[in-house]
């Protein structure tokens, strides 16, 4: 299913990973190749501005594009830490990706911005804070983007029901939904 | 009185002073529920800041509580001018997930309808963005060619505007081949002409160019800061198509050449994109002509539904419907990320799966969100007037950058 592109993608992701680890040591932690053929790194909060400034600089590697910044909520008590901050890069000279997965763990929910180094993480990181509640220290300007300002709570993380927090969506004297039940996430 | 000017007096003698106005989120020109502010110096812009999250539904959450093949039904509506180009994001990556291969007919096919969705997205986009600057026959003469491709997308799948056709492992049912492909062939029969019709009122029209060219300007190193993708990328001189350079779903097949320029404004965003109608019938006119037989849909049982002329005399088979159909299939635990080249941009699905049968976490990349962050970088020191044009030429769709 993999093209002949994509192979010499993964390829060109695997010498980067090797690379990475002559270059950053134990800063860059188990690196796997995931199912989509990307090379999957982990990386140490502290680390993580100096590890995608290098990506970025490095003329071996040149992932000068961050094509996106997430966050994956494993939930509360299913796997420490709870919270992957996810960092997908592109280069486009040698057509190659690579993620990098800062764990963060619950209640010490913040990771140093990386708007410094690639300046469209401003929207990417307001919306993580926005929608699962990780503050990014530094940002210039972290407030919601897609929740109104006043907005209490972050939906994206596993214990917002999927209905949505009821202090937003019914009034006190509001009487209960009859369907209730049948649309309960699992 | 004092010798010396009072505060305010000093305020308004010293400084410019610059209105702010809200454009939006109700206004014709902003391709949805979009809300700018500007900070303007006379007509001058001098800071844009877009504000976003009108159209916010929960899309990324209502995954999480769906089967991975329902998940489909909701990536319809999120650029829901292309609808098909957001099944096939979201199907690639369930589909690395599971490991499955998708059948040569079915790649084939979702190469024909996302070029088919491309060409429907682009045709509104012209319709809209001649509409913003004034040239209001356009959007009529681009929704009678859209029509045709509504009424083509009706006879596959049922609907017109979210088809949901896809589903991981290949397409829902086989096409119905009397019906859709005759429409498909006309349509690409007619399209040409009217093509260059809109060239002849449009490419060369003096107001057009006028409204267009130098506006908007984004350069090739602002794209890479900004993760500016797309046609708009293409237009700061940067060759990156995802369907060359990483291709996916036999797009490595087809023969089809990739709209390059390098003036970084408005006008050339607009040359790129009609190039590209171009482009996407001549790959629509090699699937039709070359349109493999066979399954439509991948033949590990895990994933396809057994053939429904069997459901009523074979009990497995029933029991292997309802099994799929009310408990899904649960992928291995991973991630996965498929890049695709939506007409907007590059779009995909960033799907974790933790072994059960709904996903963990499945995020949008969406690239009208992006751009709209790239939007003040354009218009900064351009007329109110330009901002209209520069929205309208970076494409957002609302449902994409809300989700």
């Known amino acids: 299913m993999r093209s002949t592109a994509a192979e010499q993608a993964t390829s060109a992701s695997e010498s980067a990973a090797r690379r990475l680890k002559a270059l950053l040591g134990d800063a860059v932690q188990e690196p796997r190749v995931e199912r989509d053929g990307v090379l999957t790194v982990a990386v140490a909060r502290e680390a993580v501005i100096a590890v995608l400034t290098e990506l970025r600089d490095n003329p071996d590697h040149e992932f000068r594009v961050l094509i996106d910044l997430t966050a994956v909520d494993y939930g509360h008590g299913k796997r420490t830490p709870r919270f992957d901050v996810v960092y997908s890069l592109l280069s486009r000279r040698d057509v190659a990706r690579i993620r990098l997965a800062v764990g963060v763990d619950e209640g010490d929910e913040w990771v140093p911005t990386a708007t410094s180094v690639y300046p469209c993480a401003n929207w990417l990181e307001r919306e993580v804070y926005d929608l699962m509640g990780i503050r990014f220290d530094g940002h210039p300007d972290l407030k919601r983007i897609e929740l109104p300002e006043d907005y209490d709570g972050h939906p994206l993380r596993k214990e917002f029901p999927l209905r949505g927090g009821h202090r937003q969506v019914r009034r006190p004297e509001d009487p209960e939904p009859h369907f209730g039940h049948r649309f309960r996430a699992r | ?403």
Not at chain 2, 239 to 255: A, H, L, M, N, T
Not at chain 2, 308 to 315: A, E, P, Q, S
Not at chain 2, 346 to 364: A, T
Request: negative net charge; glycine residues 6%; proline residues 6%.
């Open chain 2, 1 to 403: 009185m004092s010798a010396t000017l009072s505060e305010e007096l000093q305020t308004v003698v010293s400084e410019k002073e610059t209105m702010v106005l809200h454009m939006g989120p109700q206004h014709p020109s902003t391709h949805g529920v979009l809300h700018i502010l500007l900070t303007l110096d006379g007509e001058t812009v001098v800071d844009a800041e877009p504000e976003v999250g009108f159209l916010h539904t929960g899309m990324e959450k209502l995954f999480e509580s769906k089967l991975y093949y329902q998940g489909t039904t909701i990536t319809d509506r999120m650029d829901y001018l292309s609808p098909m180009t957001n099944n096939l994001a979201y199907c690639l990556a369930v589909e690395a997930l599971l490991g499955v291969e998708v059948p040569k007919r079915a790649q084939y096919v979702r190469v024909l309808l996302s070029e088919l969705s491309r060409i429907n997205s682009h045709l509104v986009w012209l319709g809209t963005h001649a509409l913003d600057i004034g040239a209001m026959s356009m959007l009529f003469y681009c929704f009678r060619e859209r029509e045709m491709i509504l009424e083509a997308f009706d006879a596959v799948a049922g609907q017109r505007l979210n088809p949901s056709y896809m589903t991981p492992g290949g397409l829902w049912t086989d096409i119905n081949e009397d019906e859709f492909i005759p429409k498909v062939r006309s349509f690409v029969d007619v399209l040409p002409s009217k093509l260059r019709d809109y060239h002849r009122l449009l490419t060369k029209n003096p107001i057009w160019r006028a409204r267009l060219k130098g506006v908007g300007i984004l350069s090739a190193e602002q794209c890479e800061r900004w993760a500016v993708t797309g046609p708009a990328l293409r237009a700061a001189g940067v060759d990156y198509d995802v369907r060359k350079k990483e291709p996916y779903s036999s797009y490595g097949e087809f023969e089809f050449d990739v709209p390059v320029r390098d003036g970084c404004d408005c006008y050339d965003r607009y040359l790129n994109r009609m190039d590209e109608m171009s482009e996407s019938l001549r790959i629509c006119k090699q699937v039709l002509d070359d349109l493999p037989s066979g399954r439509w849909i991948t033949d590990d049982r895990r994933v396809a539904l057994p053939p429904r002329d069997i459901l009523h005399t074979d009990m497995h088979a029933l029991i292997h419907h309802f099994w799929i159909i009310h408990n899904g299939y649960s992928p291995p635990p991973g991630q996965a990320y498929v890049p695709t080249e939506g007409p907007k941009g590059e779009i995909g699905f960033f799907i974790v799966s933790d072994g059960s049968n709904r996903p963990l976490r499945v995020r949008v990349r969406p690239p009208s969100f992006i751009h709209m962050q790239a939007l003040p970088q354009a218009v900064r020191g351009s007329l109110v007037a330009d901002v209209v044009a520069c929205i309208g030429s970076l494409d957002p769709v609302l449902g994409e950058v809300d989700r």
